[in-house]
């Protein structure tokens, strides 16, 4: 395997903490260092990541009771930290319930006291790319001969997720609820596109009252769309 293609996983995870960390532990702890550690820009891994329940869910195989705890048994040990899009560390589940997005980092520190995400350049190797970035629209695979692209869902709505435009991160977390995929960019252009004016009107609303309302309309009203979520909000 190209070494590329390999995470860097602290000593310590295998020295100290296997024995040490639940199953789920383990695995949510793996998950947030293969998506931070994992990505490599020039001299620097990717410190912070955002990581969806539903990533975790699949990543892991776990249940949301189950992932939530290992949050909190994790951040207790100050192996991650958690914050919101503002930059505010959310400590606590009471502090982290309701968030659409939360952003995770590891804690572990090399023998020099700097944090992982920092490499030196004498270890850095020549023949080691940059990884793609995380957040790409479009999954690419380059060999000797050809480069081929195909549109891939989840890295369409974690950019998404990512924009800084909030109407689009309403959209995203709307369609991550209702379970919706599309199979071509065109197809996933037009569902924004249908969504972005009520999307537009949503986002005056905190967080809190969005998933709120959306959780609600979940167990009543499942075929609801950005419009509804408005309509309700203003009811």
């Known amino acids: 395997m190209p070494l590329y293609r390999m995470t860097p ?35 620097q891994y990717k410190g912070t990541d955002w990581i969806s329940g539903k990533q975790l869910r699949q990543k892991t195989g776990c249940s949301n009771r189950s992932i939530a705890h290992a949050i909190s048994r994790l951040v207790d040990r100050k192996l991650i930290r958690v914050v919101d899009s503002t930059g505010k560390e959310l400590k606590s589940a009471k502090d982290r319930s309701g968030k ?15 944090p992982y995400e920092h490499t030196s350049s004498t270890c850095e190797e020549k023949d080691i790319r940059p990884v793609k970035n995380l957040h790409s629209t479009t999954d690419t695979h380059t ?29 995203a977390y709307f369609f991550e609820k209702k379970g919706l995929t599309f199979s071509s960019k065109d197809q996933a252009d037009l569902a924004v596109e249908r969504h972005l004016e009520a999307a537009k009107k949503v986002q005056h609303f905190s967080d809190t009252q969005i998933t709120k309302t959306v959780t609600y309309l979940l167990n009543v009203f499942p075929r609801f769309t950005v419009g509804t979520i408005y309509k309700h909000l203003t009811s």
Do not use: C
């Not at 000593?11 to 990505?39: A, C, H, M």
């Not at 950019?159 to 109407?167: A, E, Q």
């Open 9 to 43: 996983v602290p000593d310590e995870v295998f020295d100290e903490y296997l024995s040490q960390l639940s199953i789920g532990e383990l695995k949510v702890f793996l998950v947030i260092i293969r998506q931070t550690l994992g990505y490599r820009k020039g001299k």
């Open 100 to 114: 659409q997005r939360l952003y995770f980092s590891q804690l572990l520190r090399r023998s020099d006291g700097l």
């Open 143 to 171: 060999t000797d001969n050809q480069t081929t692209h195909h549109f891939v869902w989840n890295d369409y709505v974690n950019h998404l997720h990512d924009s800084p435009y909030r109407p689009h991160n309403i959209i």
